[in-house]
């Protein structure tokens, strides 16, 4: 199992157990993690599971795909490591990663 640590708008933080092979956003739902919403169900079709990687991290992971860029476009309050969580599959490497979810979803 691997940690990630969603942190909301408010400044609360949930460490969760995810599945290797899940995403990040599935995590979150599995888990009752307030601040994504999921419209889309991680199709990539949607920017309401949009969530601030953790500096740290954004370089261990891979680039966004073309897809994905495009819909951040439609994102609330874009920052440097805006990513959308349906794109980020869970994996140990990835154990620890900290998120940290908008004040509002797209």
Avoid at 35 to 48: L, N, P, Q, R, S
Avoid at 55 to 84: H, N, T
Wanted: with cysteine; net charge negative.
């Amino acid at each position: 199992m691997t940690a990630i640590t969603y942190i909301d708008a408010a400044g609360k933080s949930r460490t969760v157990e995810a599945d290797d092979g899940s995403t990040v956003m599935e995590t979150a739902l599995r888990n009752s993690v307030p601040g994504i919403e999921a419209e889309c169900g991680g199709a990539c079709a949607c920017a309401t599971c949009h969530v601030y990687v953790d500096a740290a991290w954004i370089s261990r992971l891979p680039k966004p795909e073309q897809m994905e860029e495009d819909m951040l476009d439609f994102a609330f309050d874009v920052r440097p490591g805006s990513r959308l969580s349906c794109q980020i599959k869970v994996s140990a490497a990835l154990n620890g990663l900290t998120v940290t979810t908008p004040e509002k979803q797209g």
